[in-house]
């Protein structure tokens, strides 16, 4: 379904949706520089609308355009009001955030320095990436056959437009198959991440993720899901693993902020645990909701509220 908005925040500007568009010279519809972020805003059990973790999302999109030598011509505190702006402006209580930073037109080739950076923060109501039913009852993966980025060859720890064919060409590839998540893994064959999502096993109640010195994003729900397990007590280890060690792990799951936290119930046509998502899975799951959307009080210092 094609997304819509009433407004769209570009360079400064609060314009309308129908005036927000760009020149096909482009530099970035070319060649793939450039730097974006997702972020959400949930409607709360106050009944009031915040951001998830904004600033840590903002620190990311210039550390992305810092690795990829991007001059950002606003500040991060300008995004940040920019964002708040853009959900405001659209009247929306719940919805996916998008900035991205982009160079302009001018200038063509790869050597292209004088290009116009620009910079637009989009906002539209999308409900859950992998499906509801995904979210409840688990999702069917398939480890592609396309590895990850290595991690000299693009940057994983930015989140840069082009890196984004590697997961698309994955995710395609799967989807044709009858997936609905492909999990890659790294040029070494160990398990890296989701096409768009962080992952998790759980073995004997410890629960593994993949450590973040290796070819994934440093996702920002990964950190989430990290402490909200430490706080019940539960063991979290920053591990690299094996393919083999999904199928026999009790529990996996994908997280990431438009997935939010979605149990994978079977990979490679092999059934995980039992079939159904898993009592850490589920408790986590249930933890993440009651932060973003429920009455959780416990880290009010990653909500921005929009009104
Ligand atoms: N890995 C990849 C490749 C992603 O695109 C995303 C989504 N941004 C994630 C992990 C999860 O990151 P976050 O939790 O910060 O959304």
């Not at 993720?209 to 290796?214: E, L, Q, R």
């Not at 898993?278 to 249930?286: E, R, S, V």
Request: aromatic share 8%.
């Amino acid at each position: 379904m094609a997304i819509t908005a009433e407004k769209i925040w570009f360079d400064g500007e609060m314009v309308a949706f129908a005036d927000a568009n760009v020149h096909v010279l482009t530099h970035t519809l070319h060649y793939g520089l450039g730097a974006f972020e997702g972020i959400r805003c949930y409607k709360r059990g106050n009944g009031r609308s915040a951001i998830f973790r904004l600033e840590d999302h903002i620190r990311r999109l210039f550390e992305s355009c810092h690795i990829v030598t991007i001059d950002m011509p606003f500040t991060r505190e300008q995004i940040v009001q920019a964002c708040i702006d853009t959900v405001r402006a659209n009247n929306f209580e719940d919805c996916y955030i998008r900035p991205v930073v982009f160079m302009g037109h001018g200038e063509m080739g790869l050597s292209a320095m004088s290009n116009k950076v620009r910079v637009s923060v989009i906002a539209w109501e999308w409900g859950s990436y992998l499906g509801d039913e995904g979210l409840k009852n688990g999702i069917r993966g398939k480890v592609s056959s396309f590895s990850r980025n290595h991690v000299n060859a693009v940057m994983a720890k930015g989140k840069i437009n082009g890196h984004y064919v590697n997961s698309i060409l994955a995710k395609r590839e799967v989807m044709a198959q009858g997936y609905q998540e492909a999990i890659m893994l790294d040029t070494e064959g160990y398990v890296s991440e989701a096409s768009g999502e962080n992952l998790f096993i759980v073995r004997d109640n410890v629960i593994i993720t993949t450590p973040v010195g290796m070819s994934i994003l440093d996702g920002i729900t990964r950190h989430t899901i990290m402490k909200l397990a430490e706080e019940r007590d539960m063991q979290v280890k920053e591990l690299r693993f094996t393919r083999d060690m999904l199928y026999v792990a009790d529990e996996v799951f994908a997280v990431g902020t438009a997935a939010e936290v979605t149990p994978i119930r079977e990979i490679d046509d092999r059934t995980i645990g039992t079939g159904k998502p898993g009592p850490i899975t589920t408790a986590l799951q249930a933890a993440y909701f009651d932060l973003v959307r429920g009455d959780s009080t416990d880290h009010d210092e990653w909500l921005t509220y929009v009104n």
